[in-house]
Every structure is written in structure tokens, then in C-alpha cells.
């Protein structure tokens, strides 16, 4: 069996359909004090994965408790295409390495298909932006199937054969048994992009993985990440600094303003793409949520909203 062969004893991503009928979804978004109009939508198509509800979270500084975010809420449903957008002080990355399970929220609740999020575990996998996160002693298959042997525990041959495929799937089959020190920065973040893949995690977590990479690398690291959830339709969070990122990248957008992290807004990015983003409608959009995240005097809207309205 090759690289590129059908596989059979393991499944790829799907759509995860949820139970839910959207009026139950509806009731449950306005019983949380979150937004109906999704969960409506939502509900009809896929379930909720993932809550997060009045979560602030704390980090030390020094001899300082700095406050990351303040209360923040937000669902995340099957297939989202979801994005923490804000700048630097707003606790996006905190609050990305909380779901994790890497840090506790010091009040609010992280859940999980319902269950509390209590530490790390396989299904949630995420992709950092350094370079620097994988081995250099491994070959790029190795990197990609260590984690299956070690969490999913598969077999060797096993875990090689569904790294291979993962790999093929971001064009770097031929590469399989290079070492990392001989690829490019673009090339280690689809090695990483694999990786997490390959876990088939509930819910892929990525935190400014493009951010480092030149604008021609990154555009192109865009495109493969949207064709491959195209392909997969895996539930993304995604962290981003860049508006048009975020616009580019997300289905769904939260802003957050800064000091400590609060939501702003909450908006649906889904008419957006790479074909459009030399247009005057997307530079409006963008334009829009710039005032929305640094205009002071304009109030928070934790709600809803198509990003042209």
C-alpha cells in the first residue's frame, strides 16, 4: 500500500453531524448568555464542541497577577472555522493554551463535547508558530508518527502509514525521510499541520502558526490550510493578530480588546476568501473591524453579525 493509496483501518476527518435540532441549540446559546442567531444556524448543521464560559485567566509578572481575559465566553461547533482575533495584550494565546489544558482558568468554565477540560490530551493538538517544535533528531515521518505511537498507540508500521498519508496530503510525501534542519520554515509548518492532522484531534488548535513566515509563504500556508479543511472539515481555532487573516482564514471571528482580553464582537466572516481579498468590499470589512477593535468610544457587541453589516 502506498502513500497515496485509500485507507481503510482509519478514518479521515467528517463532518460531525450533531444531534441537536437548532431550536434546542437556540435555547441553550440564550441560557448561556451567548448568541442565538448562530447556534440556530449551527445547530442544524453540526454540534457544539466547544464551550467556554466567563473564563479570566491570570498569568505571573514578575512579582505581578496579570489578568489575560476577563470573562470571556463563546461556542465552537463542529467543522468552525473559528478565530480569536485582537491584539497583542488581549489573552488570545492565553486563552487558546487554556483549552489546551495547559493552564486553569481562575473562574469560568472550558468544556469540552461537554465534559471539563482538566489538562492536555489528544484531542486537542496545537500548532504553534515556531519553527523550532519539531525534533531535529527525527526524520519528518518519524516526527509525525511519534505522537500516534505514543497517544493514539499505534503500532510502528501503523503510525508510519498514517503519517505518510498526512503528509502526502500537505505535498510532502518526497520528503518523508529528510530531516528538518533541511526544510524550510514554510515546509516545518506543514510537517507540524501533518502532524496534528494525523491525530485526527476533536478540535485542531493553532496559534499564529503563519506569523513568522514571509507574505508569499504565508498566503500559500492559507490556501493549504483552507483545502485541506475543504477536504477534512476538522474543527479549527485559529489565533490571529492580522485582520485580514482572520477574515481570510475564519467562518466565524471573536474579537477581543486588550487589557485584560474582553470580547468585543463576536462576527460571521463566511463570504470571504483569498480570491477577494484585492477588493474594496474586503478592504471595507477589514476597515470595520479595525474600528471595532481600537475605536474606545465604540461599545462592546457580544452578538452575531455578518462582518458587512
Known amino acids: 500500500m502506498n502513500a497515496t493509496s485509500p485507507r481503510t483501518w482509519f478514518p479521515p476527518y467528517t ?50 497577577i496579570v489578568r489575560a481575559t476577563h470573562q470571556v465566553s463563546f461556542d465552537v461547533y463542529g467543522s468552525d472555522r473559528f478565530v ?23 473562574s469560568g468554565s472550558i468544556a469540552l463535547d461537554g465534559r471539563p477540560v482538566r489538562g492536555p490530551g489528544p484531542d486537542r493538538v496545537v500548532v ?5 517544535q519539531l525534533p531535529p533528531w527525527k526524520t519528518v515521518v518519524e516526527n509525525v ?7 493514539a498507540k499505534l ?6 502509514e498514517r503519517a505518510l498519508h498526512y503528509l502526502d496530503k500537505v505535498g510532502l510525501s518526497a520528503f518523508a525521510d529528510a530531516y528538518p534542519h533541511t526544510l524550510s520554515g514554510g515546509m516545518k509548518q506543514r510537517v507540524a499541520i501533518a502532524r496534528a492532522l494525523a491525530m485526527q484531534p476533536r478540535v485542531l488548535l ?3 502558526p503563519f506569523a513568522a513566515l514571509d507574505a508569499l509563504t504565508r498566503r500559500k500556508m492559507q490556501e493549504e490550510l483552507l483545502r485541506l479543511w475543504d477536504e477534512f472539515r476538522f474543527t479549527l481555532l485559529f489565533v490571529t493578530h492580522s485582520i485580514e487573516e482572520a477574515l481570510v482564514v475564519g467562518n466565524r471571528i471573536l474579537l477581543l480588546s486588550p487589557h485584560p482580553g474582553r470580547v468585543r464582537a463576536e462576527l460571521n466572516s463566511h463570504e470571504h476568501s483569498l480570491d477577494n481579498v484585492d477588493t474594496g ?9 479595525h474600528r471595532l477593535l481600537f475605536d474606545t468610544d465604540a461599545p462592546h457587541v457580544p452578538t452575531t453579525e455578518d462582518a458587512a453589516s
Open 15 to 64: 463532518a460531525r453531524s450533531g444531534a441537536s435540532p437548532a431550536a434546542s441549540a437556540a435555547s441553550d446559546a440564550g441560557a448561556a448568555g451567548r448568541p442565538a442567531a448562530h447556534a440556530a444556524q449551527a445547530g442544524a448543521h453540526s454540534e457544539r464542541l466547544l464551550a467556554i464560559d466567563e473564563v479570566s485567566l491570570e498569568y505571573r509578572s514578575g512579582a505581578r
Open 84 to 106: 480569536l482575533l485582537g491584539p497583542s495584550g488581549c489573552g488570545k494565546s492565553t486563552l487558546l493554551k487554556a483549552i489546551a489544558g495547559f493552564i486553569e482558568p481562575v
Open 128 to 132: 504553534f508558530q515556531e519553527f523550532d
Open 145 to 151: 508518527a511519534f505522537p500516534l505511537r505514543a497517544a
Open 155 to 160: 503500532s510502528r508500521a501503523e503510525a508510519r
Open 206 to 208: 493553532m496559534d499564529e
Open 281 to 289: 468590499d474586503f478592504r471595507d470589512h477589514v476597515a470595520r473591524i
